[in-house]
């Protein structure tokens, strides 16, 4: 039991650290434009998603990473994945 504590009490903070972060820069999502603070559940930090602008996800030049919302990074790439599929 003391590991879960642990675990929760990190993950406590990464949330903090997470939060300073969004509020320091002003991140927005890359596809919707949104405060991805504003829209943060209050428990839960993996609704966001990291994108690769160039679709290569072995590129991690911080260049090519934006940070956007879960939701509409699975759009974005629905919307894709059915672009190609009417191509064929």
Request: aromatic share 8%; proline share 1%.
């Amino acid at each position: 039991m003391g590991k879960k504590i642990r675990i929760y009490k990190r993950s406590l903070r990464l949330r903090e650290i997470l939060e300073f972060l969004l509020k320091k820069y002003n991140v927005k999502c890359y596809f919707c434009g949104k405060d991805l603070l504003e829209s943060l559940p209050k428990r839960r930090g993996d609704y966001l998603t990291i994108h690769h602008l160039d679709g290569n996800r072995n590129n991690n030049s911080i260049e090519n990473l934006v940070l956007a919302h879960r939701r509409c990074h699975k759009a974005y790439h629905l919307k894709i994945s059915k672009q190609k599929q009417d191509k064929n």
